[in-house]
């Protein structure tokens, strides 16, 4: 099973930007969609941005024309580029499988966006 680290996050001020990188340990070649997903605190975890091996994307409307979801197959990297950054973006930030469903999760990278 591929395991998958999580960083770059941190604080940063409402407006501001940050990317995120998701390294694993083997090949993600196979897996079908990879995702980022999000926890605010005291809510359920939500799939935010997700791509296709091809690299065809897919948002969700909170973050639609903000943030950019792209995968390195080569290198075993997926990233998410945060622009315009609100403080209702402030939430621990996790990669994983969409497809195939995810199966066990990192410990994410928490974003605290301040106003």
């Known amino acids: 099973q591929v395991q998958l680290a999580e960083s770059g996050g941190g604080l940063v001020q409402a407006g501001g930007s940050l990317r995120l990188t998701c390294a694993a340990s083997?090949?993600?070649?196979?897996?079908?969609?990879m995702g980022w997903y999000r926890q605010p605190p005291g809510k359920q975890r939500e799939l935010i941005a997700r791509?296709?091996?091809?690299?065809?994307?897919d948002y969700a409307d909170s973050v639609k024309g903000r943030f950019t979801i792209s995968r390195d197959n080569a290198k075993n990297t997926v990233s998410l580029q945060m622009n315009s950054l609100k403080p209702d973006d402030t939430a621990v930030y996790y990669c994983?499988?969409?497809?195939?469903?995810?199966?066990?999760w990192g410990q994410g990278t928490q974003v605290t966006v301040s106003s």
């Open positions: 791509i296709r091996s091809g690299g065809a994307t």
């Open positions: 994983n499988s969409v497809l195939p469903a995810p199966r066990s």
């Open positions: 083997g090949s993600i070649f196979g897996i079908t969609v």
